[in-house]
């Protein structure tokens, strides 16, 4: 079910529902973090795989660009470049998200950027083009230009 080396002993009970949930909070921020990005260098005139590139070698580079790009027809195996076919439905990225937040919450962490994004998630969960789509689909809901 995974490779060894990814496999993480945190704690006692509950630590590792807390850990797995940090990390579905990191990412969904990140991704929409990473479309955001990407549409601002495009909309710019920067092509979008040079500035892939450039941000894949720089102090952006993060795991949902280089596997889960928006920005379609950039990363060949991502989601975006396949019509969104596979990957994490967006309606499930606002259970991990509200997980998240109410952590955060019950914990006394500020949690802004989750907060933020989080909406945005439950827009996008509702919106006609991102329906039953993968989360990198909210590339279009977020005028992404393709």
Request: proline residues 4%.
């Amino acid at each position: 079910m995974g490779s060894p080396a990814k496999f993480f002993y945190v704690g006692g009970l509950g630590a590792g529902l807390a850990a797995k949930i940090a990390n579905n909070y990191l990412s969904g921020v990140h991704l929409l973090a990473a479309a955001e990005a990407m549409n601002i260098g495009i909309r710019s005139g920067v092509d979008k795989t040079l500035l892939y590139n450039v941000i894949h070698a720089s102090t952006g580079q993060s795991f949902m660009l280089d596997h889960v790009c928006p920005t379609p027809g950039v990363v060949p195996q991502a989601p975006s470049s396949n019509d969104y076919k596979g990957g994490f439905k967006a309606q499930m990225m606002v259970k991990d998200m509200s997980l998240g937040v109410d952590a955060a919450r019950a914990l006394g962490v500020r949690a802004t950027t989750g907060a933020a994004a989080l909406e945005l998630y439950k827009e996008a969960a509702v919106d006609e083009r991102c329906i039953d789509r993968d989360v990198s689909v909210v590339w279009r809901f977020l005028d992404g230009p393709e």
